[in-house]
């Protein structure tokens, strides 16, 4: 499964951006999702995911009322909106898939990944 990763650019604090995140040829509803972030000198870390079948969300503790994950499964794509942005969420963004229900936080449970997008939040 090949997955592409858009969206990203240059936001100020407090800015907004949305992630895109689609995969030709395969249909996403079929796949756990989730958005991983790497940033210069520090390990891929959990952003958020979205489970196959019943899209329960799970997002880590600094992302959550600022960041949402969603799916759009007539356009076949999954997004993060991402609101109020700060200087710290500055990263390489990722998504990631795996074929089956369950939201798991570690990258080594994905199999599947994009190629990520740069996300640079200017205080």
């Known amino acids: 499964v090949q997955l592409q990763a858009s969206g990203g650019g240059l936001a100020q604090a407090g800015g907004s951006l949305r992630l895109s995140c689609a995969a030709p040829g395969r249909t996403l509803s079929s796949y756990t999702v989730g958005w991983f972030r790497q940033a210069p000198g520090k390990e891929r870390e959990f952003v958020a995911s979205i489970s196959w079948r019943i899209d329960i969300t799970l997002y880590t503790d600094s992302v959550k009322g600022r960041f949402t994950i969603s799916r759009d499964n007539a356009k076949n794509m999954v997004y993060l909106q991402m609101n109020s942005l700060k200087p710290e969420d500055t990263a390489v963004y990722y998504c990631?898939?795996?074929?089956?229900?369950?939201?798991?936080?570690?990258?080594?449970?994905?199999?599947?990944w994009g190629q990520g997008t740069q996300v640079t939040v200017s205080s």
């Open positions: 990631a898939a795996r074929p089956d229900a369950s939201i798991l936080t570690s990258p080594g449970s994905y199999m599947y």
